[in-house]
């Protein structure tokens, strides 16, 4: 047991945060892939991949940020239609990340896209929850939005490179004269 005094704040963000028990409204994200896993369906006869993907907000409001919503990609199945569904899916995927080919999920993890975000009604059991339509780039973003610091202009530039900006930009080295009498 440690001793711990502790008084509780009130955080400006806990205003503003959505009731976690309710499926995000229906509606444009941005969110990347933060887990993924290839499971095999109940029946046993069938694989899927199973992406778990964390908002960054809504690309107007900016609303629902850090919310997950979990999909399912047949990617292995019995009902061939589900199959070819499924593979179509992972394939535009896979094309809006910007890539051609991957090896494993995990090279879909981080890279930010916008997700089309739909409630799936309550059936059974179950309540109603969130389920995604569409994957696209990030390039397909509306100009000006509101939405997670103004991400319309933020960084276009393939993985690994700096987008100059007055941060990061330095002027140009000053032209040296190379036969000058310094030896080093």
Partial sequence: MAGLTFQTFEEPDDRERLDTS????KGEYYAKVVDSDLK???SGTGQYVELTWEINGHVVS???KNRKIWQRINIRNDNPEAERIGKQELNRLVKASGLTQINDTSELHGRELIIGVKIEP???QYEASNG???VKSKKHAPKGNLGVADLSHASQAPEGHQVPTAANQ???PASRDLEDEIPF
């Fill in 170 to 172: 330095s002027a140009a």
């Fill in 122 to 124: 309550a059936r059974g």
């Fill in 132 to 134: 995604i339509s569409y």
């Fill in 22 to 25: 309710q499926p995000v409204p």
């Fill in 40 to 42: 095999t369906t109940k």
């Fill in 62 to 64: 900016g609303a629902a």
